[in-house]
């Protein structure tokens, strides 16, 4: 029983803290004239605003209902939750816990979340398995559940609760990559409008997991107790009704969704379902047209049959939802561009580009949008040619003025995974961009080509930040590029083969590079960028770091905690300043003529 008293609290028990009391009148819709949206919770919200209930049924007797429903300690509700789970559910509470922990992706919803008793259960053993989390929404009608949700989540980055109904969520379109509804379906009053409801605000591929109520199965001693706290359920007003699986299986595909899965597990039905791809969406500044507008070749075009190749390393499953995932990268130079066409050639299906600059031909070494017909172009309309020659369908927002402090909100809006292809001594907008994503809760991928190589680091949301890590403010332009050069190579794998290092202009914002290492970026920023975007796979967060040196056939993994406040990042930067700034040449400003590039070292 102490197994299940841990995790029954409110939220947990099947029906308490879940009701979703969206029930109004049409006398209510013909005098509003519109649904009303939920909005956040705070200490001043009427506990009476916005309930309006058909029939007889008032708003005192509604919140009455609410009192006797939530009157309990919580100590009972794990009481009758174990009750509720062992005899009414009849299925174990990993079995649920493992369930839901399988879709949650880094933009979630999640549904009548209650008192968050089991979604902080959740949460603790995606923490045990270091398993990524990143933007959670949760939202409950049950103001006495969610006052409890608020209060156990208080100071925890990234996940925001809101008081809304799930029949008139107020959120927008295509909004979210997944959601979850956890022991609360069959406590919906009106489940067809909910479902259309998370419908509208998922985007297209994006799952939907739930686990519902069914008439009960199996000996009929089991039935009967089954049977006897569902009719106690009703009568409390905490269950609107099991279900048949044919029925609600047949409400879900009326909503729009396909059932991808569902399985039968004691009294309940777990059930996946995914929002299906139909045609175009578009947003707010992404560009998309039909694919008559784009030619007969475009109009040939099928994403299935393009990417298919890629199954088998993915599922079909995982390829449409990489179809309906943003990646944001800034800069389309040596490394943004080829990051941009790996991830294109990966199925990704939109993204947000910004780059300000123009092709020349000291870009011919190393970037992949750079040749004789392009020169002088801009970068970013040369890659937004190419990215949609690939993809006819692709979704794109272009920053033609690349990203400021300015627009930087609009450039990572809706963005699943930031890949910095920045100029690797453009600090100060970097710095801006990495601190934004943590504040956002969006992973930033960051994979400098150092030497024939690739260094890598990212910044996970709740985890060790940029500046934590680098420690850049207040430094000068040449520490600020000595630091940063330092926090990537923690192994200096580099430092045996460099020619002449009087190529090394730190001062300058200048330095030599290769094809080579740049290709090799590209394929490791892609892979990161998947295992964050399926939620798979193992991904090393700041302060560990890796190096792959192709020309000396080693790889490194590196710990160091502080960041460049470790005494053995410190050292590395003594060498670094011994073996570099005495060698290269001084400077006030860049080499005439010569673009600045990654060092390399």
């Not at 309990?72 to 990993?94: H, K, Q």
């Not at 009053?189 to 008439?215: Q, S, W």
């Not at 909100?409 to 100029?423: N, P, R, S, T």
């Not at 992973?443 to 060790?464: E, K």
């Amino acid at each position: 029983m102490m197994r299940y008293s841990l995790f029954c609290r409110s939220s947990l028990y099947p029906f308490g803290g879940v009701r979703q009391l969206f029930i109004e009148s049409e006398n209510s819709r013909s005098r509003d004239g519109s649904r009303k949206g939920g909005q956040e919770m705070n200490a001043n919200v009427d506990n009476a605003e916005g309930l309006d209930f058909l029939g007889e049924t008032t708003q005192a007797d509604a919140l009455g209902k609410i009192e006797r429903a939530y009157d309990s300690e919580p100590w009972w509700y794990d009481i009758r939750g174990f009750f509720v789970l062992t005899f009414a559910y009849r299925c174990s509470l990993t079995s649920i816990i493992r369930f839901f922990n399988r879709n949650i992706s880094n933009n979630h919803l999640e549904g009548a979340i209650g008192s968050g008793t089991m979604f902080d259960m959740i949460l603790r053993w995606r923490a045990f398995r270091r398993q990524r989390t990143g933007r959670i929404v949760g939202f409950d009608y049950a103001e006495p559940m969610l006052a409890g949700a608020r209060k156990r989540f208080a100071g925890r980055s990234g996940l925001r609760l809101i008081h809304a109904d799930v029949a008139r969520l107020p959120f927008e379109n295509d909004m979210f990559d997944s959601a979850n509804v956890a022991n609360a379906v069959h406590s919906f009053p009106d489940v067809d409008a909910a479902f259309t409801e998370l419908h509208r605000v998922l985007k297209p591929g994006a799952r939907l997991a739930m686990n519902v109520l069914l008439h009960p199965t199996g000996p009929a001693i089991l039935r009967k107790i089954a049977n006897r706290i569902n009719d106690w359920g009703m009568k409390k007003g905490i269950l609107e009704t099991p279900y048949e699986r044919a029925d609600i299986e047949a409400r879900i595909r009326k909503a729009g969704f396909d059932v991808v899965e569902a399985i039968e597990a004691g009294n309940t039905l777990n059930v996946v379902a995914r929002k299906p791809f139909a045609g175009k969406t578009e947003g707010r500044g992404i560009e998309s047209s039909s694919k008559e507008e784009r030619g007969d070749q475009a109009a040939m075009f099928s994403y299935d049959e393009a990417f298919s190749r890629n199954i088998g390393w993915v599922t079909p499953d995982e390829q449409q939802s990489l179809r309906g995932k943003r990646v944001a990268i800034a800069g389309m130079g040596g490394v943004g561009g080829l990051h941009l066409v790996t991830l294109a050639r990966l199925g990704v299906g939109a993204f947000n580009l910004a780059d300000f600059d123009t092709f020349s031909l000291v870009n011919f070494n190393r970037q992949v949008g750079a040749t004789m017909s392009t020169l002088d172009q801009p970068k970013l309309e040369v890659m937004a040619r190419t990215v949609r020659d690939i993809n006819p369908d692709v979704k794109l927002g272009l920053f033609s003025n690349g990203i400021s402090k300015d627009n930087m909100d609009e450039f990572f809006k809706d963005v699943d995974v930031f890949i910095d292809g920045l100029d690797y001594f453009a600090f100060e907008i970097r710095e801006l961009a990495y601190r934004r994503c943590s504040e956002l809760g969006i992973p930033a991928i960051t994979v400098g080509p150092i030497g024939i190589g690739a260094a890598m680091l990212n910044f996970l949301p709740g985890r060790m930040t940029f500046e934590q890590y680098f420690r850049l403010a207040g430094q000068t332009k040449e520490e600020k590029a000595l630091r940063f050069l330092a926090g990537l190579t923690p192994a200096a794998l580099q430092r045996t083969y460099l020619a002449d290092p009087s190529r090394v202009r730190l001062g300058s914002g200048a330095g030599p590079s290769m094809p080579m290492a740049c290709m090799i970026c590209a394929g490791v920023a892609a892979t990161e960028a998947l295992k964050l975007m399926l939620n798979r796979g193992k991904v090393l967060a700041a302060p560990h770091a890796m190096q792959f040196d192709a020309y000396r056939n080693k790889v490194v993994r590196t710990w160091r905690p502080g960041g460049n406040r470790n005494p053995l990042q410190r050292l590395l930067m003594a060498f670094i300043r011994y073996r570099l700034c005495a060698a290269a040449p001084r400077s006030a400003g860049p080499v005439t003529g010569q673009q600045p590039e990654p060092v390399a070292t």
